[in-house]
């Protein structure tokens, strides 16, 4: 999806404007000369560019799991573009790669919602934003999915105007207006369909604060609430307890960095959370039915 979201308005705009304005070019390492993509629909690609060769812009779309995206290859080539003057631009987990070339340092940019705990476990020192889409001069990084079209309709509006990108977005039936800054993931109202604005602010809290969580005092005291208010507010509207939903999205956020991730399972267990490595395994076997490293032992899904 993230692929087709990314080339397809530069196609369609070469089909509206009836002549040629963009010419796509497809790069990969495999010795193949074809790309499987997590569909198992191959691309043919060329070996990685030697040179700027005119290259305008390069993006690296990578899907699956950041522990497989280790391509030294790849790293190499996004700096010498970049020392060049190529844009650079990620899609997906492509932002994830960037930055092992360490080329976002310093720079605002995203990545798809579920890689951005990896990322930042794997590079401290880098913040991704909650948007869908950010240009940020010569680095363009983009969260996948549908993502990619809305940030190559701001390259489309950039080169050709507002009015040619919008007819590209009709050809999508892409009609809703998005910003770059728009989140990624639906609000926490939408996801759990409630609206009660004390019980949304803590949701939206304990969502920040997974390696870190709150306890229940602390936590109602955000609210204005007892902890006894604090408790039934949970049991009423999301039909489970507060500490348990806590820990559930903690133990959800460990299941995705052992699946994307290389990290210790200490270091996991802190991430998400645990005080230990004995306490992580107990809550994720009763979550998961199965311990931590078993995890890690199944087979990719993507």
Request: hydrophobic share 40%; glycine share 10%; charged share 25%.
């Amino acid at each position: 999806m993230s692929f087709a979201s990314a080339s397809e308005p530069f196609r369609a705009a070469n089909r509206l404007a009836g002549h040629t304005l963009y010419r796509m070019r497809f790069f990969g390492e495999d010795p193949s000369g074809r790309v499987a993509a997590s569909s198992g629909v191959e691309v043919p690609v060329e070996p990685l560019p030697r040179d700027h060769d005119g290259l305008y812009a390069v993006f690296v779309c990578a899907g699956g799991e950041p522990k497989t995206w280790n391509r030294p290859a790849v790293q190499a080539t996004l700096r010498r573009l970049a020392r060049r003057g190529t844009r650079i631009g990620g899609i997906s987990g492509g932002p994830y790669v960037m930055a092992a070339a360490g080329l976002l340092t310093d720079r605002d940019f995203t990545i798809h919602w579920e890689h951005a705990g990896a990322l930042r476990e794997a590079f401290p020192d880098l913040v991704p934003k909650s948007a869908r889409f950010v240009i940020a001069g010569d680095r363009m990084t983009c969260g996948g999915g549908v993502a990619p079209i809305d940030m190559m309709l701001a390259v489309i509006t950039e080169h050709r105007g507002r009015e040619f990108a919008l007819l590209v977005s009709d050809w999508f039936l892409h009609t809703a207006a998005v910003a770059p800054e728009d989140p990624q993931r639906a609000s926490p109202a939408e996801r759990y369909g409630i609206h009660h604005p004390i019980l949304l602010a803590i949701l939206q809290t304990m969502e920040r604060t997974l390696d870190a969580p709150m306890d229940r005092r602390e936590m109602a005291a955000l609210g204005g609430l007892s902890e006894r208010h604090l408790d039934r507010l949970f049991r009423d509207k999301m039909g489970i307890s507060f500490s348990e939903h806590y820990r559930n999205l903690r133990l959800d956020h460990a299941q995705r960095l052992l699946r994307q991730s290389t990290m210790s399972m200490g270091r996991i267990a802190m991430a998400s959370g645990f005080s230990g490595a004995g306490q992580f395994s107990r809550s994720y076997r009763a979550r998961f039915g199965h311990t931590p490293s078993n995890e890690r032992k199944m087979p990719d899904t993507q």
